[in-house]
């Protein structure tokens, strides 16, 4: 399976502290990730180098490591197997390695979010979908300028 190099950004009028917690804070992340698939959460620390696993009401999903993490900045996942019943499949599949990065850079008060995909190219209609319904949903959540708890 080949892998396609795809790139989504959204400019968003909140600082960028506010737009990391919107990314991944548990509340507003299943709020975004929605977009992907309805009941969407994270099972991780948080912390780089772990394993992250993002995961569906069924518990299938992604296998993943956080490659790189800069708060308020920067942070890389990459996605090692997919996963049924929360459990790793042995064979290599259209998932394996790819990788996701989400980038912040703030100017003036506005943060300008991109994410970075190296993705599965049988899956670049869904994405084109997905991401442009997720940043929107970042974006919404971000500006109403709430608050949210911790930052990750």
């Avoid at 804070?25 to 394993?51: C, H, I, L, P, Q």
């Amino acid at each position: 399976m080949s892998m396609k190099k795809m790139e989504f950004s959204i400019d968003i009028n909140a600082p960028k502290e506010e737009v990391w917690k919107v990314l991944w804070n548990d509340s507003t992340y299943r709020e975004w990730s929605g977009a992907f698939m309805e009941g969407s959460y994270v099972e991780s620390d948080w912390n780089e180098g772990s394993k992250i696993r993002f995961l569906d009401p069924e518990g299938n999903g992604l296998s993943s490591v956080i490659e790189r993490k800069v708060p308020n900045q920067f942070m890389s996942f990459r996605h090692n197997a997919e996963l049924r019943n929360k459990k790793e499949l042995d064979e290599k599949t259209n998932w394996s390695d790819a990788t996701e990065s989400y980038i912040l850079r703030q100017t003036d008060g506005m943060t300008h979010l991109k994410v970075e995909l190296n993705g599965p190219e049988d899956h670049v209609n869904m994405f084109n979908d997905s991401f442009a319904k997720a940043l929107q949903k970042v974006k919404e959540l971000s500006e109403k300028k709430e608050g949210y708890s911790e930052a990750v």
